[in-house]
């Protein structure tokens, strides 16, 4: 059995199923709803650039939903197909914070890691966040001052409304040889985050601009 679909990608499947639901319990036009199966297929099987003709087939039965019941058994069914983020140990963590001398290490075992897009954590006693991020087969630690919001806003790694703080981070201009903080809104929940994140490229646009 290979996995093939990313939590990202999973939980936007996710999206376009309930936006499916949504359209059955409030239109009653053949036509429109027909077009709505096509256009949340089209965008499912877009989320992928390589599937193999089973895989396609697989996705393409989210046509066939017409109630949370089976929307329920699709999104079951795709699950053991999801990739899980790589496994981390302590000694990894250490290895990826190096100069964290007191690092708070997560409860690792708590993880289930097809449910990542990333890992992260905070240390609030340290008002620090960590932030573990997987990219072409490589992962990266970011580290930053955290500091809650006491109101919601716009995460953004997952674009949603959610309880958010920022994340400044601080890097050395080689050449000056100065230090520059640079910071954004995100989740105070890196959990709540992953079940939110509908794909990776605002993940990746924070990742290069907190560590450049």
């Known amino acids: 059995m290979e996995r093939f679909i990313r939590n990202d990608q999973l939980n936007e499947i996710s999206n376009q199923t309930q936006i499916l639901l949504n359209g059955y319990s409030t239109v009653n036009d053949l036509n ?3 077009a709505l199966r096509g256009l949340v297929k089209d965008k499912v099987t877009g989320l992928f650039t390589d599937l ?8 393409e039965a989210i046509e066939a939903i017409r109630d949370p019941e089976q929307a329920e ?10 990739i899980p983020f790589p496994q981390l140990t302590e000694a990894k963590l250490k290895k990826l914070f190096p100069k964290v ?19 992260g954590w ?27 919001s006491n109101k919601k806003g716009i995460c953004a790694i997952c674009h949603s409304f959610s309880e958010i703080g920022m994340f400044m ?21 890196s959990m709540v985050c992953n079940a939110r994140i509908k794909g990776l490229e ?9 560590k450049s």
């Open 101 to 119: 001398k007191k690092l708070k290490i997560p409860d690792l075992l708590e993880l289930n890691e097809t449910n990542l897009s990333y890992l």
């Open 122 to 148: 905070n240390d609030y006693g340290q008002e620090r966040k960590y932030l573990v991020i997987e990219r072409e087969g490589k992962l990266t630690g970011l580290k930053g001052r955290f500091t809650p």
């Open 52 to 59: 193999t003709v089973s895989q396609e087939g697989m996705l």
């Open 169 to 189: 981070s601080e890097s050395k201009k080689s050449q000056q040889g100065t230090y520059v903080n640079r910071g954004n809104y995100v989740c105070q929940d």
């Open 202 to 210: 605002r993940l990746h646009d924070f990742q290069e601009r907190m």
């Open 73 to 82: 058994d699709f999104l079951s069914g795709l699950e053991p197909y999801v």
């Open 32 to 34: 429109v709803l027909h």
